[in-house]
């Protein structure tokens, strides 16, 4: 039963759609031609359009909903939250119960001694906030010049001014003059599309090491930090090779550099732990979180804040904050769902049960005649798609082979799958099961088959 009631027919909705509402990412007039499917409702990981269809959401969303859809715990907190409490502040010589215990919970989970919580709305904002942070923790110790933050081109950091220019997306950074001065930018750890003849393990260092190089052609008295995501997700599920993130940590280290480890799509279990950093052995001083923090029921975000950059924070006034800080709502739904991955043992049984069955069958998924390489990490994984496996090509741009099967066949075949260049991703809610896993990969294989028919 859909909370607004007395809606139009489909074609109707896409026809005041297309009229009325300016989609994200997408371009408008394409976008009406090709008609949007309208989602009505979810369950687990299905969801409903306004056909009737029934679609296995290998994204989870946007990457967000870890629980999976439909879970009434998490309705039933924020009404009673809106009944208490709506609203209230936490700028002037206030606080509340929600803000404080999600941002207790938060510094339970979070590894080492990240153990300060700023909240926002999301985590492009969160993002912005981490620039503010950085820059004023190397002011406040008597170093202003330290305000360059490395981050890696193809990286994706959110939207905002802040969030696209930490980003490494030229066609980001080419609409609104990004990025904003002081970010600068080193390759991404992407063997298979970069990795030349070199071994995985020989690229990944090569990789790190021009964090290395970056610092010293900037000079490291000015560099205040580097920011990464443990895995990259809308990059196209890139796995660094093992080499990587050691050679990163001993550098960012040896030259001071606080490390931001941008957690929104790794945070929450995604990985196999609660935190992407932990997956690949980094201390960040800096987590960004978002996204499963309340597996999208609501917005929240934050930065979770080591003890070393708290203290020196606490010293000054941060003359930053959003009227939706630590929102009490959005701070009880987060503390819920937090609740209910840890209760349900959410992280362990795709630790031990669904990832390495995930992975057994979408590692099989390499012997197709279009995939290249297979990559998986706990529940985000990718395919490359190519026309020849022994050089590593890629197919023409204008062919569009992994945008078309995902647009085209996958949404004809009722499961939702991402595509970024050549790579085909998913990234399903932690709660897909094993006969929910095989569906997922059927669909998946069935549209690679009639893509491949319709190439050769
Ligand atoms: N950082 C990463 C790694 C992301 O994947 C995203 C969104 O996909 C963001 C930041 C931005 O988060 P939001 O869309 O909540 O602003």
């Known amino acids: 039963m859909n909370v607004i009631t007395n809606y139009p027919p489909t074609a109707e909705l896409q026809a005041l759609d297309s009229a009325h509402h300016l989609h994200p990412f997408s371009h408008a007039n394409a976008l009406a031609e090709s008609k949007p499917r309208v989602i009505t409702s979810a369950k687990g990981v299905w969801l409903k359009d306004s056909d009737g269809h029934e679609i296995i959401d290998g994204m989870a969303g946007l990457w967000c909903v870890n629980i999976g859809y439909g879970r009434d715990e998490l309705a039933e907190v924020a009404a009673r939250q809106m009944k208490e409490l709506p609203f209230y502040n936490t700028f002037f010589k206030t606080t509340h119960i929600p803000a404080i215990m999600l941002a207790k919970k938060l510094a339970e989970l979070a590894p080492g001694d990240l153990n300060q919580v700023f909240f926002a709305n999301g985590g492009s904002d969160a993002n912005d906030t981490n620039i503010r942070l950085v820059r004023t923790y190397w002011a406040e110790k008597g170093e202003p010049q330290r305000d360059v933050i ?13 969030g696209a220019s930490l980003g490494g997306m030229k066609g980001m950074h080419g609409q609104g003059g990004l990025p904003i001065p002081g970010i600068e930018f080193i390759d991404q750890p992407h063997w298979w599309a970069e990795g030349g003849d070199m071994t995985p393990e020989e690229f990944g260092l090569e990789r790190a090491r021009q964090l290395e190089a970056k610092i010293k052609e900037i000079g490291p008295e000015r560099v205040a930090a580097f920011i990464a995501e443990p895995i990259q997700g809308a990059g196209g599920v890139i796995v660094p090779p093992e080499t990587y993130w050691p050679e990163i940590q001993r550098i960012v280290k040896k030259y001071d550099i606080l490390l931001i480890a941008d957690e929104v799509i790794c945070g929450f279990g995604r990985t196999g732990n609660w935190f992407g950093s932990q997956t690949v052995g980094i201390s960040p001083d800096i987590m960004t979180i978002a996204k499963g923090l309340s597996s999208g029921y609501i ?26 800080s630590g929102h009490p709502v959005a701070c009880a739904v987060a503390l819920e769902n937090l609740r209910i991955i840890e209760e349900e043992g959410m992280i362990e049984n795709v630790r031990d049960v669904t990832a390495p069955y995930l992975r057994e069958k979408w590692e099989a998924l390499a012997d197709h005649p279009l995939v290249g390489e297979a990559k998986i990490v706990g529940m985000m994984a990718s395919l490359a798609l190519t026309p020849d496996k022994s050089t590593r090509a890629v197919f023409a741009a204008e062919t569009g082979t992994a945008g078309f099967i995902c647009r085209d066949r996958c949404f004809a075949n009722n ?25 997922l990969i059927a669909r998946a294989r069935k549209s690679l088959d009639e893509a491949y028919e319709k190439l050769k």
Do not use: K, Q
């Not at 490395?150 to 802040?162: K, Q, V």
């Not at 917005?299 to 939706?324: C, K, M, Q, W």
């Not at 991402?418 to 006969?435: A, N, Q, W, Y």
């Open 150 to 162: 490395i981050s890696r081109w193809n990286a994706y950091h959110g939207s905002t001014i802040g």
């Open 415 to 439: 499961i939702i799958m991402r595509s970024v260049g050549d790579r085909m991703i998913i990234s399903p809610p932690l709660s897909i099961t094993c006969d929910e896993i095989d569906i």
């Open 299 to 324: 917005p929240i975000g934050g930065s979770i804040v080591s003890d070393r950059v708290a203290e020196v924070l606490r010293d000054t006034e941060f003359n930053h904050g959003y009227t939706y």
